[in-house]
């Protein structure tokens, strides 16, 4: 099982990035997909969550209306389209995989993000 994180860099507040993670080894439609963040000294929060079927979306208060996650069960892969970027959103952000029932549950490695001028 592997997920692969990509996409994350420095960026000046008000800019955008766009995380990805490719999925392998597990049948990924039957997953929650959804991406976390970790910022130093604090705990690892949960950004968006993508359904099974990839029909329901939720989002931390915090990134409403600023973060978008989707997901391609075809190609096996998770994006956050990230926009509007605050120093606040500044964590390694990490994907993870949580089968339907919850019986098994995949992390990836994370990626950095950091937001400053």
């Known amino acids: 099982v592997q997920l692969v994180e990509s996409g994350g860099g420095l960026v000046q507040p008000g800019g955008s990035l766009r995380l990805s993670c490719t999925a392998s080894g597990f049948t990924f439609s039957n997953y929650y997909m959804s991406w976390y963040r970790q910022a130093p000294g604090k705990e690892r929060e949960l950004v968006a969550r993508n359904s099974v079927g990839g029909g329901t979306t939720n989002y931390a208060d915090s990134v409403k209306g600023r973060f978008t996650i989707s997901r391609d069960n075809a190609r096996n892969t998770v994006n956050l389209q990230m926009n509007s970027l605050k120093p606040d959103d500044t964590a390694v952000y990490y994907c993870?995989?949580?089968?339907?029932?919850?019986?098994?549950?995949?992390w990836g490695q994370g990626t950095q993000v950091t937001v400053s001028s």
């Open positions: 993870n995989a949580k089968f339907r029932t919850g019986a098994w549950d995949y």
